[in-house]
């Protein structure tokens, strides 16, 4: 047993001290979490105090050691020994404590191998520690120089260890350039926060080249302040902003607007220093602060330089620049975050003066992790699965079973073809049928399979033009092929052509820019900086295509284009080994017929067998021949599901010239295709078509796509992006309420290698994801809407999810994946109201109980219910669905047949299910729908609804009859039907709950 005398103690003790103030804060930080998480989590929080405690006494033994005269002893000095003991002893516990604390932090991506570094070389630090105390106390009893050697090489390696150990503990918490930032304070410079190609906000115009001037301070100016009114086709007073040669071209006064060299000349500055209200510009908003006058007169003065001087790849407005992944902000609070994302999140809220919300209790985590996850709600088994799980990681158990849901594809698909305008119709005035489903198939497959982003931007927008595409690939081009078609009889076909052309690059630009690009089809873009020029250079990478419709007459025309036969589930193996024994069918019947045509001949005429040299045996082969290739076709056929739209570029090249006005009929100077000037160049200088141009879209300099989709996530898990404008990204559009968080995000999507599900599994498994979503009045009064994510945010359920939660508290949802939309029933005589013979007819069986994803989209006429809960008609991509609260939806899930259909299949369940008695059943219906456990106030509310209503049905058997009569036929036969009928009225209320429809 190692002894350590008391006199050698007190410097340990000394050290020690200044810990336990920390100890007793992580003690009380810990206190509010659930029992069943505290151990777990206070064993990692308690790892980055107790570091430090080994760090100081090694580093303190290494110092006594080696600064002591020795004088030819060979022993270990007390101080250093005792210093090394307890040293020795934290380095284990701190190891020992850092398992926890990695899986709370939950790092990816190149933090995951800093954090393996830092694992490995503190348990490294441990082990030679233990050596070294080994060593020193059998060389403290011998005196001996060969032990007192390994000691002290131990202790100085052990001291290495720790080195390399603190330096990878400091770049996860503060960032790779931890060292660099410090080193920085300590010449007292600020360390730099972002990238060196990063332009400096506070550049003053005497600091900068002339054309650097333009770039940074002259620019952000005219196009937040001036573009709206003096760019495009009309310019106010016919003063045009956008280039320099209109610039300096006098307006309809004939004055000269900017005279370079002299401020005091340009009708530009007297106008924007003007103090006159009346003559002052801008005339709306805020006048120009001194600041800006003054940067636009020197700018002037020094001959009003443009656009040409600025660096490659720079631009003043951030959306332009390429995203730097920045170093996580300190926070006060170091027990609260779980990653970097928590962060940047806490860095803000405590700038606030506030704190973030307790973690919410496990029954809302699983439902909310469920509805965002999957779009479902969880069974009670699920959910008591969750709760009896108390083992360590159980949360981030339950994020990685639903990541892997085949659910999972279904929810996400939803999003994703709001944004690809996904129909079951061509649109227009007949707005006839289409077969797109293959597609929405697709989505839902490279979703689940976690297909990489990149691949599937390449695939969706050139998988047609890979070398030897597949067939999964051609189907994924069904993205472009979701554009209107106009089958009406007497339209001019090229119009409708460019139309879809003009379509594709708008919802290209929406989805993948985040930009309004669709602006610059008249014009040069009044915000924007994207010209005419810009906008039909992109138009002319997707006008190679072919034709969209055929021309059957005058009257008459039908969506055409490229098509390819579609198996069924996706079996495009089988249908090439298929296609394949076809082929060699054909070739043997050609062979027979080449070596047998007497025969075949006599065969017909029944003569065969008086003609020389043919036998039975011939006969029999023919036959056989002819029988196996016919069933080899049967097969084919039923293989078949539908012949898929997709994208196939046409075989003739065509020619796009740039439109006076944006107008088809007013073609003028022909352009080549291309990208946006004012954004970096394709790095393969590979002729520019769709393939390149997707290729673009998702390199790593390109600073939208990353941006604009982590964006897009975080929009779709807390209700609002960190752009809340999404589909805008420009300058007009709102600015980002946390810039580096979505920088840190973006650069983390491409650096793990575009996985959608590990950019959700990190935001899904941060602290700010999993705080409760109640409201304090501190939190009301100082962040109303929600921006600093102080508490989770709660808001109602999207259309389709609507939906999929009543269908799957009442047992109903039929779980099929894929296969072709159905018709759930909607209010008579809806489709009547448009021009077509086409009929909406209901789905019965299975299909009837489909999930909302699933339901026939006709672009005319939108299902009703859908249409109520702010669902888009997908005429055009849909970046972001409001959402609004309106009568109109509390009546459709009240009275829709539908919803009727689903609470009388809930209160069937809750008889079946739910025990003998009404307090049981009526405790089990609640649960199905809210995941939770109800009060006793809830339930005594709910069982005197149903007294009153069994009251009135036992009154009216007649009513209760009718009632009863909803649901699937047979279910619930041999219950009383008063019971039934005052259930359905129970589970009525239940589903139309707003926690019901609320995501919590």
Known sequence: MLVIPA??????IALAAPFVPLALFTTHALAAEPLTDRLWRASGAFHPMVVHFPIALLVVAVIFEFARRRGGEHRP???????????????????LLGWSSAQSANYGGSAAWTLGVHRWAGIAAAVLAAVAVLAATIARGLNGPRLFNVYRVSLLACVLAVTVAGHHGGTLVHGEGVVRDALAIARGHSPPRASTRTLNAQQRPGDETPGDTYATRIEPIFVTRCYQCHTGASPEAGFRLATREQALTPGVSGKPTIVPGDASASLLYQLVSATDHDRRMPPKGSPLSREQVSDIAAWINAGAPWHGQRPAGEHWHWAYRAPVRPNPPPVLDTTWPRGPIDHFILARIESAGLSPSPQADRHALIRRLSLDLIGLPPSPPEVTAFLSDT????????????????HFGERWARVWLDLARYADSHGYEKDGPRVMWPYRDWVIDALNDDLPFDRFTIEQLAGDLLPDPTGPQLV?????????????GGTDVEEFRIDAVIDRVNTVGAVWLGSTVGCAQCHDHKNDPLTQRDYFRLLAIFNQDELDVHVVSSTEKYAAGAMIEYPRAARFDELADLNAGLARADADLARHAADLQPAAIGLATG???????FTPDHATALSLAHSHREQLSRQRSSLIAARALVMRRSPEPRQTRLFDGGSFLSPTEPVEPGLPAFLPPATDREPMDRLAFARWLVEPDNPLTARVTVNRIWETIFGRGIVETSEDFGPQGDPPTHPELLDHLAAELVRDGWSLKHAIRSIVTSATYRQSSRVTPDHLEKDPLNILLARSPRYRVEAEMVRDIGLTASGLLHRAIGGPSVFPPQPEGTWTQIYSGEQWVESQGPDRYRRGLYTFIRRTSPHPSMVAFDAPSREITCTRRPRTSTPLQALTTLNDPAFVEMAA???RRAIDEGGNDPRSRAAYAMKLCLAREPTPREIERLLALYQDQLNAYESDRSAAGQVASYGPAGAGGLHDHAQIAAWTIVANVLLNLDETLTRP
């Open 905 to 907: 299949a809930l209160a």
């Open 7 to 12: 006199r050698l103690t007190p410097p340990a």
């Open 77 to 95: 000095g007390p101080t250093a020994f005792a210093c090394l003991c307890l040293g020795a002893a934290g380095a284990l516990l701190a190891a």
């Open 391 to 406: 083992r360590p990681g159980a949360y981030e158990r339950l994020v990685d079973r639903l990541l892997a849901s085949p």
């Open 607 to 613: 003569r065969h067998a008086a003609l020389p040299g």
């Open 476 to 488: 994924a081009t069904g993205f472009n092929r979701n554009t209107q078609t106009n089958e009406e």
